[in-house]
């Protein structure tokens, strides 16, 4: 380090010197490095955040500074200019004196701050900073200089004073206290409390802190240490001692839904409130009522207890069902907590011992609580049904679904309400074993196809009312096929002008222009950037802003749990990252869930679908473009990639939504226009329902080609569920050339053979049943059911 090879050119005396021409590093105290942290010669500056760091402001104040230096030199000197100033020290400069510990070296100068080098009193060898710069010290204190690399020597953090409690409630204390007596701010780095001798919060410099979550009627012992800037903790304080106050009503218990319908039950679930008052909640009491009755006719049906008397544990999940019910039954149910129940609540003999041992084992908190404080308010009602509870599908299960997209472009037009078209058509849907239905997008919205939503909660749209889209939900669920939300959430309009006469006011659920993303090309966005591609049609929102992702996961699960939706279809998934996409859809349980990501490359979409971690499908169209040529020229070589079949639904069929066409596809040119005509579409819908993935049909090719093309679709839909065809069914491909595909696909109950082309072929072997004939497609079973 302080060999002559480190030497400069002399400089000239009272100026800056030559040598280090280059501004060095400056050096901030609070990021250095710990002073144990081993050294490497020459090694990289040591940076910590200086005052102007943590405040903007140079400090004006004058100190002294006080350098320990480690050198092999015999009488080394410091050359400096203090910062502020602009004269230097004459050459060689100030010398050092030997530290009283002999290994070291000591300079004291006062000021702010320096700038320097050092050298070897000659001066003929010059030491500097790491890429031939000057050392810098932004602040007064004590340093030490070793082999190229400045640390700050902070004396030991000392502990906060006068803890005390400024606020106290039944399950809250909010605690503050004063910085350490004579500690410099500037080496504080933060504070971590203890309570009752375990730590519960580690934070920066602010010196207040609430604990939440306490038991009422308890003490609490409290202590807080300071962490110093390289993260070394002083002793704690004395111990503040506090008593939370009498505890009082639990919340209302969060989470209630219909878990399960039978003609004979009805399950419920539900979860410990959010607010427990102070005290355990110990036991729940249900509540039902008659559907558009008056609550006060609410009867107590039911307690249930709510904590494990043996082991002390309160339950994290509760239940329970309704047995008391007759088919078609209808019922309003709502949920109350109690902190501990007693005699006249037991329902049976055995419960009646339960809440014996439960108030024999209770706590302080339990046996303070006031009597009128014992049971809290209801939560938020449920209705529930005795009917059949419809199966939801699920990603990767094996069961035959086959979905219908029940819109097109201009279906908001129709004279008869939407709906009310679609509800008349169950159960011919219903026969065709179609099982899932994709549903136009049902919020208000600024245009009359959906999708410029503006009001999440309102229900009544070009495409119908609530009450009419409720009650189409209601007979798909009699019918057995689960419907699908089209969630539009990447964009969102706004319903008023704010006052500066900006579109950014929005109701229910109500945002300001904080929810517009900030390159919005509105201009208008006080958000964060956009995580996706940004629209010009609508605003587009932050989905890194924290209400936005509460309000977005509610308004899904009030479509799943409220409105009755299965499944979902994500809109422009482009548009916002995947992976508030992934949190969204397991927030409302994880349902079936398929994005509309509009892509032809397949790894692009696989790429999409590891970025959800595997919690949504995409529609196929690798798919729909390589079927599409292949029908068009005859040609199906395309089919076979090396066995495989193309697209996600040869790699990951599981997540493939394989479709002819869709709203979008029908009407614009992008795509080269419709995909065929009745013929060429009745032979994509036949590859398509006997394969892999989860076929979509388009509800203009299923209601506007005519009977012929209708009675096509409803016979290889029923094939498909005889013979159990599912997303994950085996394909063995024995054909794939110009003028003919041909395969052999393996389902639950059977086996399907399927040709297309111009090419004659049939499957070989006995057993086998002709099932379909169409225009150049051909289809057997062997089995079904």
Request: aromatic residues 10%; hydrophobic residues 35%; contains cysteine.
């Amino acid at each position: 380090l302080n060999s002559p090879t480190a030497r400069g050119p002399t400089p000239r005396t009272g100026s800056r010197p030559a040598a280090p021409k280059v501004l060095g590093q400056r050096f901030h105290p609070a990021m250095a490095s710990p002073a144990v942290a081993p050294m490497q010669s020459r090694a990289a500056l040591t940076r910590k955040s200086s005052h102007s760091l943590l405040t903007g402001v140079e400090p004006e104040v004058d100190g002294l500074i006080s350098l320990n230096y480690y050198s092999g030199w015999t009488k080394p000197c410091i050359h400096y200019r203090v910062l502020g100033t602009e004269v230097w020290t004459d050459l060689p400069g100030l010398s050092f004196t030997k530290a009283e510990s002999g290994e070291a070296f000591h300079a004291q100068i006062a000021g702010k701050g320096i700038e320097f080098v050092c050298n070897d009193g000659v001066p003929s060898g010059w030491d500097k900073a790491p890429g031939n710069q000057n050392y810098f010290i932004d602040r007064p204190g004590k340093y030490t200089l070793r082999n190229g690399r400045i640390e700050q020597q902070l004396n030991p953090p000392k502990a906060p004073a006068l803890v005390v409690a400024t606020e106290v409630g039944s399950t809250t204390v909010c605690l503050s206290w004063n910085p350490p007596d004579g500690m410099d701010e500037a080496e504080i780095g933060g504070y971590q409390v203890y309570r009752d001798g375990a730590s519960v919060y580690k934070g920066d410099k602010v010196r207040t802190w609430v604990d939440k979550g306490l038991k009422g009627n308890v003490e609490y012992s409290y202590e807080v240490s300071t962490l110093n800037i390289q993260g070394v903790e002083s002793p704690k304080c004395l111990a503040t001692v506090v008593k939370t106050n009498v505890p009082g009503k639990p919340g209302p218990p969060a989470w209630l839904k219909v878990s399960a319908t039978a003609p004979d039950h009805i399950e419920l679930t539900w979860k410990p409130p959010f607010d427990l008052g102070g005290a355990s909640v110990t036991a729940y009491n249900v509540w039902r009522a008659m559907p558009d009755a008056h609550p006060a006719t609410a009867e107590c049906v039911a307690t249930i207890i709510g904590r494990d008397v043996q082991t002390g544990q309160d339950k994290d999940i509760l239940e329970w069902k309704d047995t008391a019910v007759k088919q078609g039954e209808t019922f309003v149910y709502q949920i109350s907590a109690v902190h501990l129940p007693d005699s006249t609540m037991a329902r049976s003999i055995s419960q009646a011992q339960l809440v014996e041992e439960l108030r024999r084992k209770a706590s302080n908190s339990l046996l303070s609580v006031d009597e009128g404080e014992n049971e809290g308010p209801r939560c938020e009602s449920t209705v529930g049904k005795a009917q059949a509870m419809l199966k939801a599908p699920r990603m990767g299960d094996t069961e035959p679904h086959i979905l219908l997209q029940a819109f097109n472009w201009d279906s908001c037009y129709n004279k008869n309400g939407w709906y009310n078209v679609v509800k008349s058509c169950v159960p011919e849907l219903k026969e065709a074993c179609i099982d899932m239905l994709w549903l136009p997008p049902p919020s208000q919205c600024v245009d009359d196809r959906g999708y410029l939503p503006g009001q999440w909660y309102n229900l009544n749209s070009k495409y119908g009312s609530d009450t009419e889209l409720r009650a189409l939900i209601s007979d798909l669920h009699g019918a057995g096929i689960s419907p699908v939300a089209d969630i539009v959430i990447n964009h969102r309009c706004a319903s008023a002008k704010d006052s500066q006469g900006k579109w950014t006011s929005f109701k229910n659920p109500d945002w300001e222009r904080w929810a517009i993303c900030r390159d919005d090309p509105s201009g208008d966005g006080g958000g964060a950037q956009s995580t996706g591609q940004n629209i010009e049609y609508a605003p587009d929102i932050d989905h890194t802003n924290k209400k936005v992702q509460e309000d977005s996961k509610a308004y899904m699960k009030w479509l799943m749990e409220d409105v009755g939706f299965r499944a979902i279809r994500l809109d422009f998934v482009l548009g916002y990252g995947a992976w508030f996409q992934e949190q969204y859809v397991r927030a409302v349980g994880t349902p079936y869930a398929v994005a509309e990501y509009w892509h032809g490359d397949v790894q692009v979409l696989r790429n999409y679908i590891n970025a959800t971690k595997g919690v949504t499908a995409v529609y196929d169209f690798p798919v729909y473009y390589t079927l599409k040529n292949a029908i068009h020229s005859n040609d199906f070589s395309s089919l076979n990639c090396g066995g495989r079949l193309p697209g996600v639904m040869g790699c990951d069929p599981v997540r493939s939504v394989t479709f002819v066409e869709n709203h979008d596809t029908s009407h614009l040119e992008v795509v080269g226009g419709k995909f065929g005509d009745n013929n060429q579409v009745c032979r994509a819908y036949a590859f398509l329902l006997t394969h892999c993935g989860i076929p979509s049909i388009f509800w203009s090719d299923w209601s506007d080609r005519g009977g012929e093309v209708k009675k096509q679709l409803k016979a290889l839909c029923q094939i498909r569920k005889s013979i159990g065809v599912h997303c994950t069914s085996r394909v063995n491909i024995a054909a794939s050339q110009g003028g003919l595909y041909a395969a052999y696909i393996d389902g639950k109950h059977g086996t399907i053979a399927f040709k297309m082309g111009t090419n004659n072929w049939s499957p070989g072997g006995d057993g086998w049943t002709g099932k379909a004939f169409g225009h150049e497609y051909a289809v057997w079973t062997k089995g079904g059911r």
